[in-house]
């Protein structure tokens, strides 16, 4: 039982709050803003502590075996044009959209995906996820999510976002974990825009948020401390029962990243949502949804046919809108990255 000591530092009345024992008995700072000044009687506040979140788990460092990595087009390298390289597959749910709306003047390094990286260990899931790069203050103010589709039906089942990483050390500060209760994220066909266009209300059901939720410890996030454009998020197994098979996959971005609206491809028409794509100069450009990216999903536990929603794409065809058909791809383990040439 963690207990709470107050100190009388000085006659003025002031309460501080000391220390708290906490399960693995370091004593722990209690960070000020979990404070609140309440008034008493002869106008001198005192000091009320609000109730604190206790952490008995924290992941620790990610496992040596990875089970999974899929890499995501690099952006900056057409930027300066307005468009992106490839990898922007709207019908599919496929984003690759890090630039601001409309103009696409813009372009958001810490909101470009360049790789995704899957590690679990007995208690928890990792995803990793490494971007571009920082913003022009060196941070990475974007919104930084996992999705899970535990049932392998290609409509996501679980979201895990946090927003705003800043600290190196594990954190629930700007975590929250969505579910989809009423199981509509998809639509009537997963990661295939559906037509007529579908009004479902996306992940609905709030689990956990900065801590608050039935379980504190449930999801956590922090920037790589080896690395400051990678962010890694971890979330315990036991949410999904220890499930083994799963497709799982990364998503950076800001506003239009709203997991209420998921799947994307299906709340917005292609002609709302544009493309990233001066290839398809029907849709160009980005309009309803921007600054925003996502990778391919990664199959875990089990074997792929090939067929799953969402999975990434093992042939270089499948990859590329290039009306020019003229187009590069590099191979990422067993997946293929593709990026036009210009004509
Ligand atoms: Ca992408
Ligand atoms: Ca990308
Ligand atoms: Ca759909
Ligand atoms: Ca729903």
């Given at each position: 039982m963690a207990k709470l000591t107050k100190v009388l530092l000085s006659s003025s009345s002031v309460l501080m709050l000391a220390a708290l024992a906490c399960g693995s008995g370091t004593p722990t700072q209690i960070p000020v803003e979990n404070a609140t000044t309440a008034p008493v009687a002869g106008g001198t506040p005192a000091i009320v502590q609000a109730p604190l979140t206790q952490h008995e788990m924290t992941p620790g460092e990610l496992p040596a075996d990875k089970l999974g990595s899929v890499g995501d087009q690099d952006s900056s390298i057409t930027a300066a044009k307005k468009r992106a390289p490839g990898g922007d597959r709207f019908t599919f749910n496929r984003f690759e959209r890090p630039f601001n709306s409309v103009s696409m003047d813009t372009y958001f390094p810490y909101l470009d995906i360049l790789e995704s990286t899957v590690y679990q260990d007995d208690l928890w899931l990792y995803m990793v996820v490494r971007m571009k790069g920082q913003s022009q203050q060196e941070t990475l103010p974007g919104k930084y999510a996992l999705e899970l589709d535990t049932n392998l039906d290609g409509g996501g089942d679980w979201y895990v976002e946090v927003n705003a990483p800043s600290k190196t050390e594990w954190s629930v500060d700007g975590v929250r974990v969505l579910f989809d209760d009423n199981d509509d994220?998809?639509?009537?066909l997963s990661m295939h825009t559906d037509d007529p266009a579908t009004t479902g209300n996306g992940y609905e059901k709030s689990v956990f948020d900065s801590g608050q939720g039935d379980d504190p410890d449930l999801a956590w996030a922090r920037i790589s401390p080896a690395d400051p454009t990678v962010v890694q998020l971890a979330v315990k197994r036991a949410m999904i029962d220890n499930d083994t098979t799963f497709m799982i996959n990364a998503w950076a971005g800001a506003d239009d990243m709203d997991p209420a609206r998921f799947d994307l491809s299906d709340s917005y028409t292609h002609e709302q949502a544009g493309t990233s794509l001066t290839e398809l100069p029907i849709y160009y450009p980005i309009k309803e949804v921007s600054e925003l990216d996502n990778a391919c999903r990664i199959p875990v536990g089990f074997q792929p046919t090939g067929n799953e929603p969402g999975l990434c794409p093992t042939k270089p065809a499948e990859n590329v809108a290039c009306a020019s058909e003229q187009y590069i791809c590099i191979p990422f383990g067993n997946q293929v990255i593709c990026y036009c040439i210009d004509n």
């Open positions: 994220v998809g639509g009537t």
